[in-house]
């Protein structure tokens, strides 16, 4: 099929090149030059595990581009453009989700379906589909679950595949089949709703997972007071198939383009619906995560005192996860920003997000290596579970710095080895 992807960002770009890699034509659009210029080269604009294999194994089916105009020939054309927080509100800014579908209008017409990936509130893809089906056109919601870090084989084989259509619009659904024909053939559930269960179904599901992941940083704030430990706690409720293991690990808490954004988003549309109560627990969930961050400041003037000016912190880790250059709402980088802020000589380091994090809090003092960010510190931090920061050997440590006290912002390091080799260690929500 030739298809279209309007929006190249960490979204997009990988959708562009899985389409292609599922055998489809693809072009991909996006405003900023710089961005079509690297995948037009086939560079990956932004780190994502698979995504620079794909770009080069394209096989003449991939191209990029900002003229928005060659997307005429394309079938179907996704919409994968930012949702970010407004300014000054927790609502989704949707400028460039209107912005993109304006720019698509004059290039579209029967025949042609518009499919929204982006994050949307409740109501858009109805608002939408009047100014598409205008032309001819149609409109479909398939909202997107990728996780960064697994972004390419997220897209290439979901674990559920979600279209929003018109009522009855069984072409819109045919035609998204044919565009997933591969994930389908291998048993990849699907559901066909309307938009509105669609784009719900999109924005509850990261509601719940930031839910989970503030409940057991709940319990970390209980543990912290009895003596219990958080981590062992996850393991016992775990095991209960009706919770689960996974997304109950204890921490910073979550970050990213995603979860923070957008739990705010939804509760503000709950608002705007009249239905805000039903929400309210979301602004607890939003207050649990941002209180960790401030624990691990806490954690600091513990082992420092609360003079910090000149004193100097190593920080490992400063995108929002582990396999990610995003720096987006990172808890880490926050961290980092708000010691700097207080006058501590941060010494930060991160497998790929030195860039990333340099653009957005330049006054960190950046390090390409965990050994050259902890030389010299008084305490040493990890803020994101990379895997080199997790098989740090402490008694190696020991030799590259004199600090002894560590802060496992992600309850990722052996406890009892740090405290072998000497150090005071720190958990979230551990004794
Ligand atoms: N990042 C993820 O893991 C992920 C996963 C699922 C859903 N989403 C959702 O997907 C959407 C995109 O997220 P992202 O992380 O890729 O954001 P992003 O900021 O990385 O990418 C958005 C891209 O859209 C481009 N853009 C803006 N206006 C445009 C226009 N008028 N025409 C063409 N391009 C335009 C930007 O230049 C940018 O490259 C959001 O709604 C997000 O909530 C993201
Ligand atoms: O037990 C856990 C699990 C995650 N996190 C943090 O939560 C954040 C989000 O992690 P994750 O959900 O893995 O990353 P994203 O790539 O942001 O993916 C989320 O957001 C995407 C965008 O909407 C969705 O598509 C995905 O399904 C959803 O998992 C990160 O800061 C993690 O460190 C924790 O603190 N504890």
Redesign the pocket.
């Known amino acids: 099929m030739r298809i279209s992807v309007i929006g190249c960002g960490?979204?997009g770009a990988v959708h562009a090149a899985c389409m292609a890699e599922l055998g489809h034509d693809v072009i991909g659009v996006d405003v900023d030059q710089a961005k079509i210029d690297a995948l037009s080269e086939g560079r990956a604009p932004f780190f994502e595990p698979g995504l620079p294999e794909l770009l080069k194994a394209e096989h003449g089916r991939l191209r990029f581009t900002t003229d928005i105009s060659e997307v005429s020939h394309a079938r179907v054309h996704f919409v994968a453009v930012g949702t970010p927080q407004l300014e000054g509100s927790n609502a989704a800014d949707m400028r460039f989700v209107d912005a993109s579908i304006d720019a698509l209008l004059p290039h579209i017409g029967p025949g042609h379906l518009v499919v929204g990936k982006s994050?949307v509130p409740v109501g858009t893809a109805a608002r939408l589909a009047e100014k598409v089906e205008a032309t001819g056109a149609e409109l479909a919601w398939n909202?997107?679950?990728?996780?960064?870090?697994?972004?390419v084989s997220?897209t290439l084989t979901p674990d559920r595949l979600v279209y929003g259509v018109r009522r009855g619009d069984d072409r819109a659904s045919d035609v998204l089949d044919e565009v997933y024909r591969r994930p389908l053939s291998t048993g990849t559930p699907r559901i066909i709703t309307d938009y509105a269960t669609a784009e719900l179904v999109?924005v509850s599901?990261?509601a719940f997972?930031?839910t989970?992941?503030s409940f057991?940083?709940a319990m970390a704030e209980i543990a912290e007071v009895t003596g219990a430990d958080v981590t062992t706690l996850?393991d016992a409720i775990g095991h209960d198939a009706r919770i689960g293991r996974?997304?109950?690990?204890?921490?910073?808490?979550?970050?990213?383009?995603?979860?923070p954004k957008?739990i705010r988003a939804f509760q503000a549309r709950a608002e705007e619906l009249g239905v805000g109560h039903a929400l309210a627990f979301l602004d607890d969930v939003d207050q649990v995560?941002l209180r960790r961050r401030q624990r691990v400041l806490d954690l600091i003037t513990d082992a420092l005192g609360t003079e910090l000016a000149g004193r100097t912190v190593a920080v490992l880790g400063v995108t929002?996860?582990?396999d990610?250059d995003?720096v987006r709402?990172?808890?880490a980088l926050d961290i980092a920003a708000r010691l700097a802020l207080r006058g501590v000589r941060v010494k930060a380091t991160d497998p790929e997000g030195i860039e990333t994090a340099r653009a957005k809090v330049p006054s960190l003092d950046y390090h390409p290596s965990a050994r050259d960010a902890v030389a010299g510190a008084e305490v040493v931090t990890v803020l994101?579970?990379w895997r080199e920061f997790r098989e740090l050997d402490p008694r190696e440590v020991s030799t590259w710095t004199d600090a002894r006290t560590i802060i496992d912002g992600?309850n990722c390091l052996d406890a009892g080895a740090w405290r072998a080799a000497g150090w005071t260690y720190h958990g979230l929500g551990r004794p």
């Open positions: 960490y979204l994050t909202p997107e679950f990728l996780r960064e870090g697994f972004a997220d999109k599901a990261n997972l930031a989970k992941i057991i940083n996850a996974r997304f109950l690990n204890a921490g910073v808490g979550f970050g990213g383009g995603c979860l957008d995560n929002f996860k582990p990610s995003d709402d990172s808890p994101t579970e992600r």
